[in-house]
């Protein structure tokens, strides 16, 4: 059968049967009869012929890329086929891929692979020799959105993925993420939407259109009404603190009470609370003495607070990730790890000779 790749309304799976989002036959042949490099050819490449002498159509809607520079070469054509909902396309390379994201703009749905990894102009492709087989390498997304369930989160995924942006999600679980500064150390599960940094302002923008039509319909008892306008100003100054409707809310409430602020304020209030929230801590001494002292011991602590001072990063609100301590304490961090490598190596050493000798 082969791998295929499909453009897809639906979210986020193409195989999803309970996604009503598809692109229907109509709508794929307007496309083609709109496109002059598309040919509809609803014939297989080997025509099978039905007892009363016709031709038997392969698929309704099926049509052939022109252009392909493959086009012949050892049987090969570039078939686009249409499946009720879907246009797909089996065992594409690179050539037709880029001929798929240019339709999936056009209809405004999205390229997604068998396994139901999604494609975009920005990635890179890599193809196996002996499958022939693309695979979309990995890019850089960033948590946008977090919501409790992942169907919570499909209502924003489909408005997403109908502008053509791409999105990644993932869940956490609860873990416990270790802080040496003892911080930031809490439990967390949440269902997360990531977008790449440079699609935030798109995808911010679509869910403040979300959010607009359910502002018409705001439940007076929301714990939003009872907030000062302080409360709510800075509920507008920390968005990452906060739901995009909470945030929406807020600001529709200062409106009503003739509190507005501008746009342009509001922006510059955002960014130096971001400016602020990248600047690493600075008193640190107390943790790292204790760390070089571990360290020397061969003690586990010291390896691990020197490994999270100098790896360590956050998430800011607007997506970018920092590191979460100076450069100072970084370089600190760095020899703690190095310094706890060498005596962990001596003290294992030393071991084993003894256990020889003995």
Not at 23 to 30: F, M, Q, V
Not at 175 to 196: C, G, H, R, W
Not at 216 to 237: G, N, R
Request: hydrophobic fraction near 40%; charge should be negative.
């Amino acid at each position: 059968m082969g791998y295929e790749v499909h453009i897809t309304r639906k979210v986020p799976r193409w195989a999803d049967e309970e996604d009503n989002a598809t692109i229907t036959l109509a709508e794929w042949l307007d496309y083609v009869a709109s496109d002059s490099e598309m040919r509809l050819d609803e014939y297989p490449e080997w025509p099978v012929y039905l007892a009363d002498g016709n031709i038997n159509p392969e698929s309704d809607g099926q049509s052939v890329w022109l252009p392909y520079s493959k086009n012949g070469v050892a049987g090969n054509y570039a078939w686009f086929c249409y499946f009720s909902d879907r246009v797909t396309v089996k065992n594409p390379d690179e050539e037709i891929l880029g001929k798929m994201l240019a339709i999936a703009r056009t209809l405004g749905a999205r390229v997604q692979g068998d396994d139901g990894e999604y494609f975009d102009e920005s990635s890179a492709y890599l193809a196996d020799a002996h499958q022939g087989t693309i695979f979309e390498a990995s890019t850089d997304f960033r948590d946008f959105q977090t919501f409790a369930s992942a169907e919570a989160a499909q209502p924003l995924l489909a408005a997403i993925a109908r502008q053509g942006i791409l999105a990644r999600t993932a869940f956490d679980n609860g873990q416990l993420a270790f802080d040496p500064s003892f911080a930031n150390n809490q439990l967390t599960s949440k269902y997360i939407v990531k977008v790449q940094l440079s699609d935030f302002e798109r995808a911010s923008q679509v869910l403040a259109a979300m959010n607009a039509h359910a502002l018409s319909q705001a439940d007076p008892t929301h714990y939003l009404f009872s907030f000062t306008d302080e409360e709510l100003f800075d509920l507008l100054v920390k968005p990452d603190e906060w739901s995009a409707y909470d945030v929406a809310l807020a600001g529709q409430l200062l409106r009503q009470r003739g509190r507005d602020i501008s746009p342009d304020t509001l922006r510059l209030l955002r960014q130096r609370r971001v400016a602020e929230l990248a600047a690493p801590p600075q008193d640190h001494q107390a943790l790292i003495v204790g760390s070089y002292l571990s360290a020397l011991l061969g003690g586990f602590f010291g390896l691990l607070v020197g490994y999270q001072l100098y790896f360590n990063r956050r998430l800011l609100p607007d997506g970018r990730r920092v590191y979460s301590y100076s450069a100072t304490d970084r370089v600190h961090g760095l020899r703690i790890l190095v310094l706890g490598i060498v005596v962990f190596v001596l003290v294992l050493g030393l071991q084993i000779i003894r256990a020889a000798d003995g």
